[in-house]
Nanobody, 123 residues
Framework: QVQLVQSGGGLVQAGGSLRLSCAAS????????VGWFRQAPGKEREFVGA????????YYVDSVKGRFTISRENSKSMVYLQMNSLKPEDTAVYYC????????????????WGQGTQVTVSS
């Protein structure tokens, strides 16, 4: 069993930066890939990016590539989403999620979810 608790987020002006954290409990977390998703009002939850269990591989959707960075510290059971050059269209509730095996862009393949954290980017 893995539990994920998110922190970070908030209100930032366009062009600014925020870092989201995802703290995990559960001794098998270091075997899990972690994905980040976001959901804007009235829209479906969408995949943002992911990191494999070791942190050696990451994947990002084109809309955030070059601006967002996912990293992890398995010694601390932490995963981070560093968001730079934020745009108003990045405004959403952001979620981290974990699954055993390779990362995926499919929400249904993730077994554990954080509670979500609001990110609001003003223009």
């Amino acid at each position: 069993q893995v539990q994920l608790v998110q922190s970070g987020g908030g209100l930032v002006q366009a062009g600014g930066s925020l870092r989201l954290s995802c703290a995990a409990s559960g001794r098998t977390f270091n075997s899990h890939a972690v994905g980040w998703f976001r959901q804007a009002p009235g829209k479906e939850r969408e995949f943002v990016g992911a990191i494999n269990w070791s942190g050696s591989r990451t994947y990002y959707v084109d809309s955030v590539k070059g601006r967002f960075t996912i990293s992890r510290e398995n010694s601390k059971s932490m995963v981070y989403l560093q968001m730079n050059s934020l745009k108003p269209e990045d405004t959403a509730v952001y979620y981290c999620a974990a699954r055993l095996g390779p990362y995926s862009d499919d929400t249904s393949r993730y077994d554990y979810w954080g509670q979500g954290t609001q990110v609001t980017v003003s223009s």
